[in-house]
Structure formats: C-alpha cells, structure tokens
C-alpha cells in the first residue's frame, strides 16, 4: 500500500465510491490475544490502516511479532474499518465498545496502536477519551485528509514548531476531517508535557510520502519516543516499526 494510493482510497471513501465500505455496527468487532487466560495489567488495543481489517494484523506479521516479544501486555485486534470515521462516531465507539470494557476487564494501562488511518483514529480516541488512554503509538499516522494534512502540517512547520504554533480560531467543521488543524492544536497542549498522559509514541518510514508532514511532529517529541527507519507506507515497514517499539516497550516508563 502506497501513501498515492491511501489518499485516492481514502478520498474515494470519503465520496462513498469505495467498495470496502461496511456498517459502523456496534460494538466494533474485536478480538482478544492474551498471554494468558486471564486478563493482565496492560492492554494495546491495534487499529488498522484504510481497506485493512482484524485480520491484517496476523497477516502482516504483527501479532508473530508480539508472541517473539513475550512481553506482559495483551492486544486488541479491532475491525475498526473507516466506515467508523466517515460517519463520525469512532471515538463514541472506542469508548464504549473498547475503553470502559478493557477497565471492567481489569487493564490498568491501556495503549492505542494506530497504523496509517489508525493512527488518525487514535489521536481521534484519546482527544475525546483522555482519561482513559495512557498512551498512543502511531505508526505512519494520516493526521487529517490530503492536501489539508499537508496545508496544517506546513503552517506548524512555517511558525517555528508545535512548541510555537498559535492555532487561532478552529471554528466548528461539519466534518472532523475538514479541519486538521483541530489535532495539531491538542497534539500542541501534550506535547508541553510529554511524560504526562497520553504520552505519544511515533514511528514511520523515512520514504513514507507523507513523512515531511510526520517530520513536523517528530520534532516535538522527545528522542527515545521516535523511531525512524528505511521504508514506505506499507505493512513490511509497519511490522519492523512495531517490532522496534515493542522493544522500547514505552508503556513501562514510570
């Protein structure tokens, strides 16, 4: 998957000329993999990229990278399709559907990990759901819609940085995605502190076609919570991001 063809699906999706379109059902399908059969303290709940369902994640390898790590927390594998963001309601769901049962379940640290569209659908999540996420990792993240993304990204960029960005005015979209400047703000405010919850995490490819607009973000973040390396916008990319990250194993700072 190239980021061209990701943003012509993407913008495909959004006309509703897609055919991988579904029914944001409720509750988001989902899929427990547990090192044990009960639950233990830390949960990272995996959102896919555009057109990727559940299943991608077994597929490309990332679940086999996760039983090599043999580290303590769980995954959640989500169908979270882009039916969800189209129709707005991904961040209810995510709440209602994977949040308020990962705690009733007894997970204490809970982690987003969002690749390509899910790393928009994660900052999504945890701008509407702060309480209740301890972290984020994105993984080639689409912080908004082609060339928007790009136009916000520019702005933070030209104005020295998101340390020194003033988002001004954001107005009230009809559409979340017609304004990406509403992410770069929050991403602004967690930035200022970021060892407070959410923390971010970020990972992406250096030929990912969208990593100048990444690049904007990487900047601000503390060194050891940026992971770069050779690579595009695709899932072989992903899976030796991830692997990566889940040696840095963020979730564990104190």
């Known amino acids: 998957m190239t980021v061209s ?26 899929q427990y993999v547990m090192r044990s059969s009960e639950p233990g303290d830390c949960l990272l709940v995996m959102l896919p990229g555009i057109g990727d369902a559940r299943d991608a994640f077994e597929s490309a390898g990332i679940v086999e990278e996760w039983i090599q790590w043999h580290g303590a927390c769980d995954l959640l594998l989500l169908d979270a399709h882009f039916t969800y963001y189209r129709e707005g309601n991904l961040a209810e769901r995510m709440r209602d559907d994977v949040l308020r049962p990962a705690s009733a379940r007894g997970y204490t640290t809970v982690w987003l990990v969002g690749f390509s569209i899910g790393g928009y659908g994660a900052l999504w999540t945890a701008r509407e759901n702060t309480r209740e996420v301890d972290g984020i990792v994105l993984v080639a993240p689409m912080i908004g819609v082609p060339p928007r993304s790009d136009e916000a990204a520019a702005e933070v960029r030209d104005a020295g940085g998101l340390n020194a960005w003033a988002s001004g005015e954001l107005g009230d979209p009809a559409h979340h995605f017609r304004e990406p400047r509403t992410h770069w703000a929050w991403l602004a405010e967690v930035v200022r502190d970021p060892d407070e919850p959410p923390v971010i995490v970020l990972a992406f490819g250096t030929e990912d076609g969208a990593a100048d607009t990444i690049e904007v973000l990487a900047e601000a973040l503390p060194t050891r919570r940026v992971v770069r390396r050779p690579g595009g916008h695709d899932w072989e990319t992903w899976r030796a991001l991830f692997a990566e990250i889940l040696r840095l194993a963020p979730w564990l700072e104190s």
């Open 5 to 30: 063809w990701t943003a012509a699906a993407f913008l495909a999706c959004l006309a509703g000329g897609c055919a991988f379109v579904r029914s944001a059902a409720a509750p988001i399908n989902a």
